[in-house]
């Protein structure tokens, strides 16, 4: 069983930064796809980002250029950092983790762009 834990969501003006953390209770070394969704109001839940376990990550071209992912293995933590925030962001973000062929998800945490 894979646990997820996230935090550092809010409320944030439009051009701010928050960053995101994703703490798994078991060891993420060998996990090689992991990274965050978010699902925004009325809309289907769409990748933001991943990145296995060399490192290599992938993003929504939406944030390319805004958004950071990194992890942490020995935190077994997952990142994402997000700055030049746009109210289109606003959205609820869900960690995830690929673990022997399941998905596993956190309980997600509100991110909100508005002034």
């Known amino acids: 069983q894979v646990q997820l834990v996230e935090s ?16 798994c209770s078991r060891s993420i070394l060998n996990i090689n796809d992991m990274g965050w969704y978010r699902q925004g109001p009325g809309n289907q ?5 991943s990145i296995s376990s060399g490192g290599s990550t992938n993003y929504a071209d939406s944030v390319k250029g805004r958004f950071t992912i990194s992890r942490d ?4 933590t997952v990142d994402l950092q997000m700055n030049s ?8 973000y869900y960690c995830y983790v690929i673990f022997i062929g399941r998905s596993y998800w ?10």
């Open 45 to 49: 839940r769409e990748l933001v980002a």
């Open 106 to 115: 956190g309980q997600g945490t509100q991110v909100t762009v508005s002034s």
């Open 73 to 76: 293995n020995a935190k077994r």
């Open 85 to 92: 925030l746009k109210p289109e962001d606003t959205a609820i």
């Open 8 to 23: 550092g969501g809010g409320l944030v003006q439009p051009g701010g930064s928050l960053r995101l953390s994703c703490t």
